[in-house]
């Protein structure tokens, strides 16, 4: 998948406390994401998925372990982070990602994503504390 527009991402980065020069930067870049479904690893977790992002001239790797426990990590500005998966209740193809900052509550956001059929885009929904919202539409690219 592959950013190919996005909406208030400016204003909802700027809530979450990224410096201006920074902010400037995302708005250039055109991050891919891949993401895999894997089969048979589903101890402690609904599912397992691997999610691969390409952004900022660097890629980060990780497994998503849906409906598990938080998962602590670092955010972007270093900060530590934890993030908890779940499906959307009522809509089990919208993934939820609570991505709570415990030192920077503030900083804390609801990502949903979900893939839109009419239009074969995954939509990623960015919400933080104070009602900022940005939404990225990224397209399928093909397989390498």
Excluded at 5 to 26: C, D, T
Excluded at 97 to 105: D, F, L, M, R
Excluded at 112 to 130: C, F, G, H, Q, Y
Aim: net charge neutral.
């Amino acid at each position: 998948w592959r950013l190919v527009r996005q909406k208030g991402f400016e204003a909802f980065v700027a809530s979450q406390g990224v410096p201006w020069i920074i902010r400037k930067l995302a708005l250039l870049d055109t991050p891919t994401s891949s993401i895999q479904h894997l089969a048979g690893e589903a101890e402690g977790c609904s599912e397992v998925f691997e999610h691969e992002l390409w952004e900022a001239g660097r890629t980060q790797k990780r497994k998503w372990c849906v409906g598990g426990s938080a998962e602590t990590m670092k955010n972007p500005l270093g900060q530590d982070t934890a993030l908890a998966l779940s499906w959307f209740p009522g809509f089990p193809h919208v993934l939820v990602e609570e991505h709570a900052n415990p030192s920077h509550p503030k900083n804390s956001a609801t990502f949903l994503r979900w893939i839109d059929p009419e239009r074969d885009e995954m939509v990623l929904t960015m919400i933080a504390r104070d009602g900022s919202q940005a939404t990225r539409f990224y397209s399928r690219q093909p397989n390498r």
